[in-house]
């Protein structure tokens, strides 16, 4: 019976990440790159500079950065590490520019998508902020069942997504490592993780602002440093990038390219789920930032996909081909997990190799519970009452205790299958609102830096 349950499940799952919605995101990034007028200019020369910036006298329940970071906890996953070996060994290292091609223009999204949540967000009686594609598909579109289906998938994505894989991910590093038992692990991070969603948005917003900063940092030091042992082959390794991302054949070191048909496949594939730009997810996270008009935040949010694809993915990818055209024993065709790749990349640096990307992967596992648990948190408010957040939070945390001891292969894909859909609702809101989004763009877009915005008007929920 859960064999033929299993078989189903995975049958759906392929449906719902195959062509289409990879032609359905992809596409969606290309018309509203084009419709905001290429917004990555914007978010590059001022998005990073307003997200270290304050707006205190704007509502809201977190900075902007305290808003970005919480969805990069979210974001930033073991997607950026194992991820891209999974792309690399499945798509070829061509995947690798079809990775950061759907960052580069997944932004667009990350921007629109966040827009709207501020611009459709509600204060609560006891002031706190909620917003996301629910709140847009209900008083933008007048489409609240769309919003509560939206907030359903992503209730119920959360649990095994944001949690149970990330505690697993968890589990299976200490125990390799350090040989620590997974249910001591499993009890560790329940713990930790009870301490901070018990607190509320700022709490997590608090962690995410310290961890989130050094957990990137000292990961892209570690894909630094193999940089530099790797230096003879960087120059080589981007032109094999680009050749493999368009046409099938053969490179150095056991580097194969398989076509452009599974480059682009698992190439945006693995980008889509590593950035989520398009899933709806971190604009519930932006629609608690103080900000003073929907813009702002929403540049300052399309960073988050800048840093996690363009960045971060980016350099996993050039870290792992510069590994193997330097190790031509190294076949990465015949190696399916993305995470033997990974290691035997870092396994370069002396000692403390192994030790950089385990602490990488908890940490950025860590970040993913936390980030989803705030996700989770208000799509059930949604669609439940506030009376449910209690009974989530208990749950949510029983998931982490007791996920390193059960087989998770049809928790993933359930949840995997719930990520994707979530997306559907999210991206009728982004495409039926593309005219508000555009116009809310002209309207404060070369205001950004005047200190008398007009404040976002917020309604009482």
């Known amino acids: 019976m859960l064999d033929a349950i299993n078989s189903f499940v995975s049958s759906v799952n392929s449906i719902v990440w195959g062509w289409a919605m990879i032609g359905l995101l992809f596409g969606t990034h290309l018309f509203l790159t084009i419709r905001t007028g290429f917004i990555q200019s914007k ?15 704007a509502e809201g329940e977190v900075s902007q950065f305290g808003a970005l970071t919480t969805a990069l906890a979210a974001t930033i996953g073991t997607g950026n590490i194992i991820g891209v070996g999974t792309a690399i060994a499945l798509g070829g290292p061509g995947a690798v520019l079809w990775t950061w091609l759907t960052g580069v223009f997944g932004i667009a999204t990350k921007y629109a998508e966040s ?37 359903i998938l992503a209730g119920f994505a959360s649990f095994g997504i944001g949690c149970a894989t990330q505690v697993n991910a968890i589990a299976t590093v200490c125990k ?3 040989g620590i038992p997974p249910i001591v692990v499993g009890i560790v991070v329940a713990v930790l993780t009870a301490i901070v969603i018990f607190g509320g948005i700022k709490s997590i917003a608090n962690v995410c602002e310290k961890l989130v900063p050094f957990m990137a940092i000292f990961y892209v030091i570690g894909c630094i440093v193999i940089l530099v042992m790797n230096y003879d082959f960087i120059i080589p390794a981007i032109g094999t990038i680009c050749k493999l991302a368009f ?21 945006v594939a693995r980008g889509l789920f590593s950035n989520e730009s398009g899933l709806g997810s971190a604009p519930i996270a932006a629609a608690a930032a103080q900000t003073r008009n929907p813009v702002r935040q929403a540049l300052v949010s399309s960073t988050g996909t800048f840093w996690d694809t363009v960045v971060v993915c980016a350099m996993t990818g050039l870290v792992l081909v510069t590994t193997i055209m330097k190790n031509p024993s190294i076949n990465a065709n015949e190696i399916d997990n ?6 035997m990349a870092f396994g370069q640096i002396p000692f403390i190799g192994p030790a950089i990307l385990t602490l990488g992967i908890i940490s950025f596992a860590y970040s993913t519970i936390l980030g989803w648990a705030y996700y989770g948190e208000r799509c059930v408010e949604y669609f439940a009452g ?6 989530y939070r208990i749950l949510y945390i029983a998931v982490a205790a007791i996920a390193p001891v059960v087989a998770l292969d049809l928790v993933w894909l359930i949840a995997d299958t719930l990520n994707a859909l979530m ?12 005219n508000v989004i555009v116009k809310e763009t002209k309207k404060y877009i070369n205001d950004l830096d005047a200190m008398d915005d007009t404040p976002v008007p917020v309604v009482k929920d």
Do not use: H
């Open 43 to 57: 978010t590059i020369s001022k998005g990073i500079k307003l997200s270290v910036t304050k707006d205190p006298d």
């Open 115 to 151: 827009l709207i949540a501020v611009k459709y967000r509600v204060k609560t009686e006891d002031g706190r902020m909620q917003g996301g594609a629910m709140y847009a598909l209900e008083r933008g579109l007048n489409m609240k069942w769309l919003g509560m289906l939206f907030a």
């Open 176 to 178: 390799e490592n350090f």
């Open 247 to 267: 046409t099938p054949g053969a490179a150095a070191g056991g580097l194969v390219g398989t076509g452009i048909r599974m480059a682009i496949q698992y190439g």
């Open 338 to 343: 993305g995470g033997v790749l990974t290691s």
């Open 386 to 391: 506030k009376m449910a957040l209690v009974p």
């Open 423 to 434: 997306a559907i609702p999210n991206l009728v809101a982004v495409l039926l609102l593309s």
